[in-house]
C-alpha cells in the first residue's frame, strides 16, 4: 500500500457530453486515388501542409498527417506499397526540399530533407523499382525505397557551366527490352544579361548516376519554365516565353518552335498556362477558369485543335484505364448543372469521340465554380467503365461526384472551409414561442430540460448502458435549433477566407446555414470578406457581412437562424476600415441597435443604414468617433470631420507612431460588450485597488530576430491608447524571440515568448492599477455612495487620464503556446480562467489565480494572513507540470488552434469556448463549478415523482381536512 500513488482522473460520462470537435484537412491541391483490398480511398494534399486519406465510399477521414506549418506539398505520387509526398519548407539557409515516404495506412516511414535553393520551382520526382529519384535545384537524388538511404546525387555543375533549374524528371524507357534504365531530365539554363535562358536536357544512369549524355537545346524562341511531358515519355512540350509558340523536343534531338494556333481562335496576345497532364501527343493550355485550349500533335510536326472550351466555369482532368488508354475528363459548369465528358485516347494519340455530357449534380450556388478536378476511373461488373469526379471549388469544399447510368449524384460533401475561419462570433438562438397567459406564473421553458433529463433515465433504466449510449448519441444529433433555458445552445456565425458565411449549432457541431458570396464580375475570383456584424432590428437580429470585390464594396446583410439573405447595398471603392458603433437609431421601433461606418481609401466616410435619423445622430456624435489602422511599420489614428461631399463625414489623421522595421506583429484588445463586475480589486487586508480599466487600449507584441545590425534578438510590448496614440506603457526582453501570444482582459495582459538561453517557454503575467482621490477602503466606498458617471469630472478621459501602475511577473511554462482566451460571463463574477492552446493540440483551462502578478515571494508557510484571506498563491520561478484535469479537450486533439472565442450563456457560472485553427473544438466551462443549475446526472425521475406526490398528498389532505370539518359541523 505504501507504494499506491495518488492519480487524477476522469468519469467515462464527463468526456464528450458537453463537448465535440471537428477535423478538418483544408483546401484540396493534389489528390490520387489507391484501392486497399476492399477499401477505397482518396488520397490529397491540402494547401494547409496535410495529407489524409478519405474513404472514397462516406468522404471520412481514415488518417491524417499534419506537416510543419512552413511545408507545402507540391506532388503525391503513389505505389501499390507506400506514397510519396515531395513538398517544399522554408528553412533558415533557404527554401530545401523535403520528400516523405508513408505507408498506405498513413504512417511514416522514412523522410529526408535536400538542401538547396531552387529559385522558387518545384520538386519532380519518379519511382523505380527500388529507388525514389527526386530532381529539385541542380541536383538529381536517388534513396533506397526501404529505407531512405541516399544511393547516389548528380549535380547539373558536372555538366553545365552556368546555374540549371531541372523541371521535369522521366524514367527513359530502353531500347532494347523496354524496361526503364536511365533518367532523362529537362530544365533550363540561365545565360549572361542580354542572353536568353537554354533548355537542357540529361541523361543519368539509374543505377550508378552518372552522366550518359548531356547538352543544351537552342532554338529561335525563348523557352519558359511551363513543362510537360507526354504520356510515353518519348516528347517534351515546352511554352515560348512569350506564350505564342511551343517548343517541341522528341528523339531526334531536335528543338522546334511550332505556332500556336491562337489567331483562329481569336486568342491572339492571351498569356496562356501549360497544364502539368500528361497524354499521347496531346497537351492543355488554360487561359482562365472559363478558356481552355486542348491541342493535339499532328504527324509530329503540326498543331491542331481538339476542342476550344470558352465561356463557362470548367476543369479539367486525366486518368488512365486498365486497359493502358489514357482518359480525358471536361467538368464544366451549365445551367443545368455540372456535367462530365471523358475522352478515351490510345497510347498512338488516335482517339474517339467524347462522350455525350453526363450531369453529375445540379446547379450548386452554394459552392462556386469548379477549381480543380481529379478523374478516378474503374470498370463496372458488365464491364463498361464507371467514372467518379473528385471536385474542389471556390469555397474549398471537397465532393465526391458519381457518374451512373441513371444520372449523376453527390456521394459526399466536404466544408473544407472551416479549416480557414477567420472571425467567428457567437448568438443565442431563439427562444421556442409558446403562447401563455403573461398574467399568470409560467414554467414551460424548463419543460424541455426535463423531458431530456427523462428520457435519458428511462434508457438507462430500459437497456443499460449502452443502449443510453446510443439514445444519447441520438438526442444530441437531433436538437433543435432553438434556445434552451440555460443558453447553451447558440449559433456560431462563423467567417471564412473562403468568402463563405456560415451557421453552426454550438451544442451539435452541425451546419446550420452556409452562403457562398461569388462576384458580381464574370471570369473574377470570390471577393474577400472584411468584416462581420452582428446587430439588432426591433425584436430581431441580422447580420452585416461586409466585401471587398474588386474596385467595390459590398454590404449584405442576412439573417443569422437561417442564413436567408435579407439586402445587399454596393459602393464604389476600396475600403480601409469597418466598424460597429453604439449608436442607437429609435426613429422606429424597428431600429437598430448599432450603426455601422465605412472608411474608403479616399477616407471617405459611408454609414448603415444610411437614412436621414442616422445621418443626424451619427453627426451629433462625429467629435467622439476614432479608428485607427494597423500597418506594417505604423499604427495610425483618425479621427472625423464633417464632409461636403457625397460621403457622411471625412477621417482626418490624428496621430502616428513609428514601429520598428523587420517585427512581426501580434495584436489584443479588451471585447467592448464583456462585462466588468467591479472597478476595484478588494484585498486581504480590506484596502482597495483600482483597476486600470481602458476599453481603447491596445495591446501590441512584437518580436525581432537578431542579425548583422543588432546584438541579440528581443521581445517588445507597447501598451496604446488608440484614441489619443499615447503610449502608456512599454517593455522590452532582450535575449528572446518569437512567437508572441497576447491575451488582454480587462485590467490585466498575458504575453508569451521563447527564451533560447535558457531554452524556456515563458509567460509575462501583468496587471494595471491607477491612482485615484476616491477612499481606498471599502467602508468608505459604502458610505460614498455610487458614483456619477454623467458628470465629467468622473469620466475617463484618454487624454488626460495617467498612465497605469504596472505589476508584473514571469514565470516558465511547460510548452509552446498557440493561442490563449479568457472565459467570459453574463455578469462577469464568476471568476476567470485562462483557455490556453498548446502545439501539441490540447485545450487547457487554467484558473487566472495562478498568472497574478502579486503572488507573494514567500515560502508558503511564511504567507502573511490577508494574503490568505485574499487567495493569494505563492510564486514560483515555473508553473509546473500540466495538471491532467485541467484539459478540457479530453481525448481531442485540436490542431493548430489559432483563435479561442469565449461566449456568456444564461447562466453566470458557465461560458462556452470556441477553439478554431485547422480543426473546431467547443464546450462549456464553468470556472466556479456549476452553482446555479442542477448537475447533469439529477434524478429527474425522483424529482417528478415527489413533485407529483405531494401535490397528491396536498389536494387528499385538503379533501380531507373539508370532509372532516363538514363532519363536525355536522355535529
Request: negative net charge; charged residues 20%.
Amino acid at each position: 500500500l505504501a507504494l499506491v500513488r495518488c492519480g487524477l482522473a476522469l468519469f467515462e460520462d464527463q468526456a464528450g457530453k458537453i463537448d465535440w470537435a471537428q477535423e478538418n484537412i483544408g483546401r484540396t491541391t493534389h489528390a490520387i486515388f489507391q484501392s486497399m483490398g476492399t477499401q477505397r480511398l482518396a488520397l490529397v494534399a491540402t494547401s494547409k501542409g496535410v495529407i489524409a486519406g478519405l474513404d472514397l465510399r462516406t468522404g471520412k477521414t481514415i488518417w491524417r498527417q499534419i506537416l510543419p506549418e512552413d511545408e507545402y506539398v507540391s506532388e503525391l505520387i503513389s505505389h501499390s506499397k507506400a506514397i510519396v509526398s515531395l513538398g517544399t519548407a522554408q528553412r533558415k539557409t533557404g527554401i530545401a526540399c523535403v520528400v516523405r515516404v508513408w505507408s498506405p495506412h498513413g504512417a511514416l516511414l522514412w523522410d529526408v530533407i535536400i538542401e538547396g535553393n531552387s529559385g522558387g520551382t518545384r520538386p519532380v520526382g519518379v519511382l523505380a523499382e527500388s529507388a525514389v529519384v527526386v530532381a529539385w535545384g541542380d541536383s538529381i537524388v536517388a534513396f533506397q525505397w526501404l529505407s531512405g538511404q541516399q544511393l547516389w546525387r548528380w549535380r547539373a555543375s558536372q555538366s553545365f557551366h552556368e546555374p540549371v533549374e531541372l523541371l521535369e524528371l522521366v524514367l527513359s524507357p530502353s531500347q532494347t527490352d523496354g524496361t526503364a534504365q536511365t533518367l532523362l531530365a529537362y530544365g533550363s539554363q540561365s545565360q549572361e544579361v542580354g542572353q536568353k535562358p537554354l533548355v537542357v536536357h540529361a541523361s543519368v544512369s539509374l543505377s550508378s548516376g552518372e552522366a550518359l549524355a548531356s547538352g543544351t537545346l537552342a532554338g529561335k524562341d525563348q523557352p519558359s519554365d511551363q513543362m510537360a511531358m507526354s504520356l510515353d515519355k518519348r516528347a517534351l512540350f515546352c511554352l515560348s516565353a512569350d506564350g505564342q509558340k511551343l517548343l517541341l523536343h522528341q528523339p531526334d534531338g531536335e528543338l522546334r518552335s511550332l505556332p500556336l494556333p491562337l489567331e483562329g481562335q481569336h486568342l491572339k496576345g492571351l498569356a496562356p498556362k501549360m497544364l502539368r497532364i500528361s497524354l499521347p501527343k496531346m497537351f492543355v493550355l488554360s487561359f482562365s477558369p472559363q478558356l481552355s485550349l486542348i491541342l493535339k500533335l499532328v504527324d509530329g510536326s503540326k498543331l491542331e485543335v481538339l476542342r476550344l472550351v470558352k465561356n463557362v466555369p470548367h476543369s479539367i482532368a486525366h486518368a488512365s484505364s486498365r486497359e493502358g488508354k489514357a482518359l480525358l475528363a471536361l467538368a464544366s459548369e451549365h445551367a443545368d448543372g455540372l456535367s462530365l465528358e471523358v475522352l478515351q485516347i490510345g497510347e498512338d494519340g488516335t482517339h474517339g469521340e467524347w462522350s455525350g455530357p453526363e450531369i453529375l449534380r445540379g446547379p450548386s450556388a452554394e459552392h462556386g465554380a469548379v477549381s480543380a478536378a481529379w478523374l478516378n476511373s474503374y470498370t463496372r461488373k458488365d464491364g463498361s467503365f464507371g467514372h467518379r469526379l473528385l471536385i474542389t471549388s471556390q469555397d474549398h469544399s471537397l465532393e465526391l461526384l458519381q457518374a451512373s447510368r441513371d444520372g449523376g449524384r453527390a456521394a459526399w460533401a466536404r466544408e473544407e472551409a472551416l479549416a480557414s475561419i477567420e472571425e467567428a462570433q457567437m448568438l443565442p438562438l431563439p427562444s421556442m414561442v409558446v403562447e401563455q397567459d403573461s398574467s399568470t406564473p409560467f414554467f414551460g421553458f424548463a419543460f424541455t430540460g426535463m423531458l431530456e433529463g427523462l428520457q435519458r433515465r428511462l434508457a438507462l433504466a430500459d437497456a443499460g448502458r449502452a443502449a443510453a449510449a446510443a439514445a444519447a448519441g441520438s438526442t444530441q444529433e437531433a436538437v433543435a435549433a432553438v434556445a434552451d433555458a440555460y443558453g447553451t445552445r447558440q449559433v456560431m456565425i462563423v467567417r471564412t477566407e473562403a468568402s463563405k458565411m456560415f451557421g453552426v449549432h454550438s451544442s451539435t457541431g452541425k451546419v446550420l446555414w452556409s452562403y457562398f458570396f461569388p462576384s458580381l464580375d464574370v471570369d473574377a475570383p470570390p471577393p474577400s470578406l472584411v468584416k462581420h456584424f452582428i446587430c439588432a432590428t426591433g425584436h430581431s437580429q441580422e447580420v452585416h457581412v461586409v466585401l471587398q470585390d474588386g474596385l467595390r464594396w459590398r454590404l449584405v446583410t442576412l439573417q443569422p437562424f437561417s442564413g436567408k439573405l435579407l439586402s445587399e447595398r454596393v459602393g464604389p471603392g476600396k475600403l480601409l476600415h469597418v466598424a460597429k458603433l453604439p449608436f442607437v437609431n429609435g426613429e422606429a421601433a424597428s431600429g437598430s441597435d448599432a450603426m455601422l461606418m465605412l472608411v474608403d481609401d479616399t477616407l471617405g466616410v459611408f454609414i448603415h443604414p444610411d437614412t436621414s435619423a442616422a445621418r443626424s445622430l451619427f453627426a451629433s456624435q462625429l467629435e467622439v468617433v476614432f479608428f485607427y489602422i494597423i500597418g506594417l511599420t505604423e499604427i495610425t489614428g483618425y479621427g472625423l470631420t464633417s464632409s461636403t461631399s457625397d460621403t457622411v463625414a471625412k477621417a482626418a489623421v490624428r496621430w502616428k507612431m513609428q514601429l520598428p522595421e523587420g517585427g512581426k506583429l501580434q495584436t489584443a484588445t479588451f471585447p467592448h460588450d464583456a462585462a466588468v463586475h467591479a472597478p476595484v480589486r478588494v484585498k486581504g487586508d480590506r484596502n482597495v485597488l483600482h483597476k486600470y480599466i481602458n476599453r481603447n487600449l491596445l495591446a501590441v507584441g512584437m518580436a525581432f530576430d537578431g542579425d548583422a545590425s543588432l546584438i541579440e534578438p528581443y521581445v517588445q510590448l507597447l501598451l496604446i491608447d488608440s484614441v489619443s496614440g499615447r503610449l502608456l506603457h512599454s517593455t522590452q526582453h532582450s535575449g528572446c524571440s518569437g512567437p508572441v501570444r497576447l491575451l488582454l482582459g480587462e485590467h490585466w495582459i498575458i504575453y508569451t515568448y521563447w527564451n533560447p538561453a535558457a531554452h524556456q517557454h515563458l509567460l509575462t503575467a501583468a496587471e494595471f492599477y491607477t491612482n485615484s482621490t476616491v477612499s481606498d477602503d471599502v467602508l468608505s466606498l459604502v458610505l460614498s455612495g455610487p458614483l456619477d458617471y454623467t458628470l465629467h469630472e468622473n469620466m475617463f478621459d484618454s487624454f488626460s487620464a495617467p498612465p497605469p501602475h504596472v505589476i508584473a511577473q514571469t514565470y516558465a511554462f511547460a510548452t509552446s503556446i498557440s493561442a490563449m482566451g479568457s472565459t467570459l460571463t453574463k455578469a462577469g463574477v464568476t471568476p476567470k480562467q485562462v483557455l490556453i492552446a498548446t502545439a501539441a493540440g490540447e485545450l487547457l483551462s487554467m484558473e487566472k489565480r495562478l498568472f497574478d502578478p502579486r503572488r507573494p515571494m514567500v515560502h508558503p508557510s511564511k504567507m502573511s494572513q490577508p494574503d490568505r484571506e485574499e487567495g493569494l498563491v505563492p510564486y514560483a520561478p515555473t508553473l509546473g507540470a500540466i495538471p491532467p484535469l485541467a484539459t478540457i479537450s479530453h481525448r481531442h486533439q485540436v490542431a493548430r488552434v489559432s483563435t479561442i472565442v469565449c461566449a456568456p450563456t444564461v447562466l453566470e457560472s458557465t461560458s462556452l469556448a470556441l477553439a478554431f485553427g485547422l480543426d473546431l473544438f467547443v464546450t462549456r466551462v464553468a470556472p466556479a463549478r456549476e452553482f446555479d443549475r442542477l448537475n447533469e446526472d439529477f434524478n429527474f425521475v425522483a424529482l417528478v415523482a415527489a413533485t407529483s406526490f405531494l401535490i397528491f398528498a396536498t389536494i387528499a389532505s385538503g379533501w380531507y381536512s373539508s370532509r372532516r370539518d363538514l363532519v363536525k359541523a355536522w355535529r
